[in-house]
């Protein structure tokens, strides 16, 4: 049974930092891409940044300089390091964990929550 866990959310104010780690257990191989969404209440769920395996990652424009995505591969844990938080990065954060297509779909974390307080 794979599982994917999320933690490190909470209540920061604007300027503060933050760092989500997801953990992905059940496998016995390393996840090709582990990412993080976001959504914000009211909007959809947009991609925040991912890493593949190979460590090359990618990042949504407006967490560019601010947000830090690594992983374990060993641990198939995925960690995002945000700084400089500002009030629009209000929103539940998801862990994606995905393999195709060697599996049909990904696996989703249930999501942690993270409020800037302005």
């Known amino acids: 049974q794979v599982q994917v866990v999320e933690s490190g959310g909470g209540l920061v104010p604007s300027g503060g930092s933050l760092r989500l780690s997801c953990a992905v257990s059940?496998?016995?191989?390393?996840?090709?891409?582990m990412g993080w969404y976001r959504q914000a209440p009211g909007k959809e769920r947009e991609l925040v940044a991912y890493i593949r395996s190979t460590g090359s990652t990618n990042y949504t424009d407006s967490v560019k300089g601010r947000f830090t995505i690594s992983r374990d591969n060993a641990k198939n844990t995925v960690y995002l390091q945000m700084n400089n938080l500002k009030f629009e990065d209000t929103a539940v954060y998801y862990c994606i964990a995905d393999h195709r297509p060697v599996i049909p779909s990904p696996w989703w974390g249930q999501g942690t929550q993270v409020t800037v307080s302005s």
């Open positions: 059940g496998l016995i191989f390393a996840v090709d891409v």
